[in-house]
């Protein structure tokens, strides 16, 4: 009996012991003060650091490793480069070739994107518009010997999809390349040992085609036409080299579009209007048949998530929840005509916001947990000109509202929604696990311009840095950026 009660006892303290570690770790950001060109690292318990004293002209991107550390793409001292960045200290990665062998300039206005991170690799790629060519060197950066490289052959970029991916045990990095010599165009799949930096090519095509790839880049669905929409051809090429065609478009039927969600493989035929349906080829090999919605004309379907064999996709006309033994289930709407699914979705596919109308103003705004298929928040609109923001953190996300309204935090641990007040000229931009807020005020309200912890139960804010711009952060082990 009394053993029982100690281990109780003891397993509660423990449990206690580890949330409190856990709410109170510290964690560390950066900002700039453009002004003097300064740039600080700011813990969220009120520690400052000065990184730099001046010289600092713009930043183009922070991309978290840790709670402590960060790559940050920072225009210094007249220099645009990669750094490493810490709590206390900024070091230039080294490169192993001259700023004027990249194509588009690290300065660029479009900046540079993370494709893909497996520890201690990052690769950026440009971040281009659709309009400029479809090729450009990548970045690989190594964080462990504080090195960058480019890599010599051109990188295919691929719209909404994935050029490059780094294998599940981080041993390779496998990528899309683009063979400019050839006439027409030639495509290559590289896979590239990091160890050793040796490459093998997995395979060669040489026609007008489109690639997406799984998760870690082990199988490669080719899209390839020529001529017509009519003449359709779908085959997935695996590491081994081998080919196998899972589609081929007949003279008498309509097209069929394939398309990667993950490991799992989405077909259905855009054109169809009634008694439609939706395939599902899961990576362990199930075959789902979802029923589709009607659609006057047709509709393109974009697949968001998939659990638990229903799958939840966006078209035109709404978010769609699919069941195999259940109907269409409509589930919301597109916020606003302008908006799109990366600006709604959370980076692991489990969050998505809606709006309760297609008709402009919405009435509701609703956060949905796709995994349990619940309503999480549903926040009743009364402006004219509602605009909200969707920022998934790691401990939760953000609903920032851009108009005279509260914003609202959710909390992942606790599963808890609460209101963040109004404050014109300003963001809310990181859930910390305690549940406070950090916030950027710009000083054209009650609160002067720096950097502000949030305390939800005392409603107080609490400066932590005066007169600074906030850095906006990705998380690089959520993938979480504001859009």
Same mark, same amino acid.
């Given at each position: 009996?009394?053993?029982?009660?100690?281990?109780?006892?003891?397993? *509660?303290?423990?449990?206690?012991?580890?949330?409190?570690?856990?709410?109170?770790?510290?964690?560390?950001?950066?900002?700039?003060?453009?002004?003097?060109?300064?740039?600080?690292?700011?813990?969220? /318990?009120?520690?400052?650091?000065?990184?730099?004293?001046?010289?600092?002209?713009?930043?183009?991107?922070? &991309?978290?490793?840790?709670?402590?550390?960060? #790559?940050?793409?920072?225009?210094?001292?007249?220099?645009?480069?990669?750094?490493?960045?810490?709590? /206390?200290?900024?070091?230039?990665?080294?490169?192993?070739?001259?700023?004027?062998?990249?194509?588009?300039?690290?300065?660029?206005? %479009?900046?540079?994107?993370?494709?893909?991170?497996?520890?201690?690799?990052?690769?950026?790629?440009?971040?281009?518009?659709?309009? /400029?060519?479809?090729?450009?060197?990548?970045?690989?950066?190594?964080?462990?010997?504080?090195?960058?490289?480019?890599?010599?052959?051109?990188?295919?970029?691929?719209?909404?999809?994935?050029?490059?991916?780094?294998?599940?045990?981080?041993?390779?990095?496998?990528?899309?390349?683009?063979?400019?010599?050839?006439?027409?165009?030639?495509?290559?799949?590289?896979?590239?040992?990091?160890?050793?930096?040796?490459?093998?090519?997995?395979?060669?095509?040489?026609?007008?085609?489109?690639?997406?790839?799984?998760?870690?880049?082990?199988?490669?669905?080719?899209?390839?036409?020529?001529?017509?929409?009519?003449?359709?051809?779908?085959?997935?090429?695996?590491?081994?080299?081998?080919?196998?065609?899972?589609? =081929?478009?007949?003279?008498? +039927?309509?097209?069929?579009?394939?398309?990667?969600?993950?490991?799992?493989?989405?077909?259905? =035929?855009?054109?169809?209007?009634?008694?439609?349906?939706?395939?599902?080829?899961?990576?362990?090999?199930?075959?789902?048949?979802?029923? *589709?919605?009607?659609?006057?004309?047709?509709?393109?379907? &974009?697949?968001?998530?998939?659990?638990?064999?229903?799958?939840?996709?966006?078209?035109?006309?709404?978010?769609?929840?699919?069941?195999?033994?259940?109907?269409?289930?409509?589930?919301?709407?597109?916020?606003? /005509?302008?908006?799109?699914?990366?600006?709604?979705?959370?980076?692991?596919?489990?969050?998505?916001? #809606?709006?309760?109308?297609?008709?402009?103003?919405?009435?509701?705004?609703?956060?949905?947990?796709?995994?349990?298929?619940?309503?999480?928040?549903?926040?009743?609109?009364?402006?004219? +000109?509602?605009?909200?923001?969707?920022?998934?953190?790691?401990?939760?996300?953000?609903?920032?509202?851009?108009?005279?309204?509260?914003?609202?935090? %959710?909390?992942?641990?606790?599963?808890?929604?609460?209101?963040?007040?109004?404050?014109?000229?300003?963001? %809310?931009?990181?859930?910390?696990?305690?549940?406070?807020?950090?916030?950027?005020?710009?000083?054209?309200?009650?609160?002067?311009?720096?950097?502000?912890?949030?305390?939800?139960?005392?409603? *107080?804010?609490?400066?932590?840095?005066?007169? #600074?711009?906030?850095?906006?952060?990705?998380?690089?082990?959520?993938?979480?950026?504001?859009?």
């Amino acid at each position: 009996m009394w053993l029982r009660v100690y281990l109780i006892s003891f397993l *509660l303290v423990t449990f206690a012991s580890t949330v409190a570690q856990e709410n109170d770790r510290e964690i560390w950001n950066w900002a700039w003060r453009s002004s003097t060109g300064e740039l600080f690292a700011y813990s969220t /318990s009120g520690a400052v650091t000065t990184l730099l004293s001046q010289g600092t002209t713009g930043i183009y991107g922070v &991309w978290r490793i840790d709670n402590e550390q960060a #790559v940050g793409l920072i225009d210094a001292s007249s220099q645009t480069m990669f750094y490493k960045l810490n709590s /206390s200290t900024i070091q230039a990665f080294t490169l192993n070739f001259e700023l004027h062998d990249l194509t588009t300039p690290l300065n660029s206005r %479009y900046g540079y994107r993370l494709e893909d991170y497996s520890y201690p690799y990052m690769l950026f790629t440009p971040s281009t518009p659709q309009t /400029s060519p479809p090729s450009e060197p990548a970045i690989l950066i190594n964080l462990d010997s504080n090195q960058i490289e480019l890599l010599s052959n051109q990188v295919q970029w691929i719209p909404y999809g994935g050029c490059c991916h780094f294998s599940e045990d981080g041993r390779f990095l496998r990528y899309i390349v683009i063979e400019k010599d050839q006439k027409p165009y030639g495509f290559e799949l590289h896979e590239r040992k990091l160890a050793n930096l040796t490459e093998r090519v997995v395979f060669t095509h040489s026609s007008n085609s489109l690639f997406s790839s799984d998760s870690y880049g082990e199988r490669w669905l080719e899209l390839e036409q020529s001529g017509t929409i009519n003449n359709r051809v779908y085959n997935i090429f695996d590491l081994t080299g081998a080919v196998h065609q899972v589609y =081929q478009q007949s003279p008498l +039927e309509t097209y069929a579009d394939y398309d990667f969600l993950n490991d799992d493989l989405v077909s259905y =035929q855009p054109l169809c209007e009634t008694n439609c349906s939706l395939k599902l080829m899961t990576g362990d090999g199930k075959i789902l048949t979802l029923a *589709l919605p009607p659609a006057r004309g047709g509709a393109s379907v &974009w697949p968001v998530s998939h659990f638990d064999n229903k799958l939840v996709i966006g078209r035109l006309d709404g978010y769609w929840l699919l069941s195999v033994d259940q109907a269409p289930i409509l589930i919301g709407f597109n916020f606003c /005509s302008g908006c799109h699914l990366p600006s709604s979705l959370s980076p692991d596919k489990r969050w998505l916001m #809606v709006a309760d109308s297609n008709i402009y103003p919405p009435h509701h705004v609703m956060i949905w947990d796709l995994q349990t298929q619940k309503v999480v928040i549903n926040i009743p609109i009364d402006s004219l +000109e509602p605009v909200y923001q969707m920022l998934y953190d790691i401990d939760g996300f953000i609903l920032q509202a851009w108009y005279e309204a509260d914003s609202f935090a %959710y909390k992942f641990v606790d599963q808890m929604t609460f209101e963040l007040p109004y404050q014109s000229y300003g963001v %809310y931009f990181d859930i910390l696990p305690d549940g406070s807020v950090l916030y950027s005020s710009l000083g054209n309200s009650g609160l002067s311009a720096g950097i502000y912890r949030y305390y939800p139960d005392d409603a *107080l804010f609490k400066l932590i840095l005066e007169n #600074v711009e906030y850095v906006p952060t990705m998380d690089v082990n959520y993938e979480s950026f504001p859009v």
